[in-house]
């Protein structure tokens, strides 16, 4: 595969729940990005790894957990939601965010998430 | 801080008619800037961006843009949009110093009538 891929493509679950969001980029990027798009509201950038480590966390709740144990793997693991967690999660990746250049950054198709 | 607006969250059009999709940004650092577009069911895909240079950037299926610093603004342009054109379409910033964090507008739906 090629890009940058996400599983699940859909994802229902209750407010107990405890379920994860997988991303894996192949393009043999340093950085990979977490967002959230929800309806009629701009796109929501909620983590930033770089190397690994994580660089920005946008007042994001505890109920979203990422974790990144290598550079082509992102996880967001999810706990305890409520219905306005209902969204498009996107993740991305580029080549390097510190570099000052301008990187691209290249989007995943996103996982439909819905929250009961 | 950065905020981007898109004046319009929708624009119908007839093919082969011409298109202007508004973007303005605030910011108090020196930006990047961007426009992305997410057709259905899809992620977004770079169309164009500026980094520096000529303050017109076009994209390989014949959308420009051109920044305006004095204005603020990144509106994109085509003379003849397809049916294909139809998605969404997303401006975005990001300051030229430190980590990249993209900053998105709105977006604005474009539809393309036959």
């Known amino acids: 595969e090629t890009g940058v891929t996400q599983t699940p493509r859909h994802l229902v679950m209750g407010m107990t729940n405890k379920k994860s969001l997988k991303c894996e980029q192949h393009l043999g990027h340093n950085a990979m990005y977490w967002y959230k798009q929800s309806a009629k509201k701009p796109l929501e950038l909620m983590f930033v790894y770089s190397l690994e480590e994580r660089v920005e966390n946008n007042s994001v709740p505890s109920r979203f957990s990422p974790e990144c144990p290598n550079s082509s793997h992102l996880f967001l693991h999810l706990h305890t939601l409520q219905p306005e967690d209902s969204a498009l999660y996107l993740c991305a990746s580029s080549q390097d965010p510190a570099s000052g250049r301008g990187d691209t950054q290249y989007f995943g198709p996103g996982t439909r998430l819905t929250v009961l | 801080a950065q905020s981007v607006t898109q004046l319009d969250s929708q624009v119908p059009v007839f093919e082969e008619a011409p298109v202007e999709l508004r973007c303005n940004y605030s910011?108090?650092?020196?930006?990047?800037l961007f426009w992305y577009v997410q057709y259905p069911n899809q992620g977004l895909q770079l169309l164009l961006k500026?980094?520096?240079?000529?303050?017109l950037v076009e994209s390989i299926n014949g959308f420009e843009a051109e920044f305006n610093k004095s204005q603020t603004s990144f509106h994109l342009r085509k003379p003849s949009v397809h049916i294909s054109d139809t998605a969404e379409y997303f401006c975005?910033?990001?300051?030229?110093?430190?980590?990249?964090?993209?900053?998105f507008g709105q977006g604005t739906r474009l539809t393309i009538n036959p």
């Open positions: 910011s108090s650092v020196s930006v990047y």
């Open positions: 500026y980094l520096s240079g000529s303050t």
């Open positions: 975005a910033v990001s300051p030229i110093q430190g980590a990249q964090k993209l900053v």
